[in-house]
């Protein structure tokens, strides 16, 4: 639809797991004919779109280690164990981080950085952390960026507390901004 300028406004129905996007929105039932009454009844709204190379997004674009948990998760240990079953393969990949050496820039410079993760957030979260970006909206013309450093192992495991604690933003080893413009090369 953005490839082709179209604009035509789309229905959010809740399905999967973590559905953070709908979460975000309040929109949390299972019910399908609920959802489409909603649909039906509810005054279409803008929100921001982003897009990573050609591809486009309205909730989030990830990248380095983790991002891909989601793709490489077998269905039947998701449906049996939830959200939980994406934390417990995360941990997982623990052995595998190396660091990623990105070039970050945004509207006010940029920067080199070595990290393991980043997300670029439209709404507040990803991977059913529903606070990851607290102060993030659809609809401010901004995206949320987040940047997990490359530090010692032992050091995530207290990041990660902090990130479930709602305490990570200012920790230094993470990476917090907003801006209407980010760009992200690999070194």
Do not use: W
Request: glycine share 8%.
């Amino acid at each position: 639809m953005m490839k082709r300028g179209l604009a035509i406004p789309l229905g959010i129905i809740p399905s999967g797991t973590a559905n953070d996007f709908a979460s975000y929105l309040n929109l949390h039932s299972n019910n399908i004919e609920e959802c489409c009454k909603v649909i039906v009844n509810s005054n279409p709204v803008s929100i921001d779109v982003g897009r990573a190379n050609d591809q486009y997004f309205i909730n989030v674009c990830g990248g380095g280690l983790l991002a891909n948990v989601s793709q490489n998760i077998d269905k039947n240990f998701k449906d049996a164990l939830g959200t939980t079953a994406y934390y417990l393969k995360g941990i997982e990949q623990i052995p595998n981080f190396s660091p990623i050496p990105l070039r970050i820039t945004n509207s006010e410079g940029q920067f080199d950085e070595n990290f393991y993760l980043f997300l670029i957030l439209n709404s507040a979260g990803a991977g059913s952390f529903s606070s990851l970006a607290p102060d993030a909206s659809i609809s401010d013309g901004m995206f949320d960026f987040i940047g997990i450093k490359a530090k010692p192992v032992y050091e995530l495991a207290v990041l990660f507390l902090k990130i479930l604690r709602k305490e990570h933003i200012g920790d230094s080893n993470i990476v917090y901004f907003k801006d209407n413009y980010i760009e992200i090369e690999s070194l």
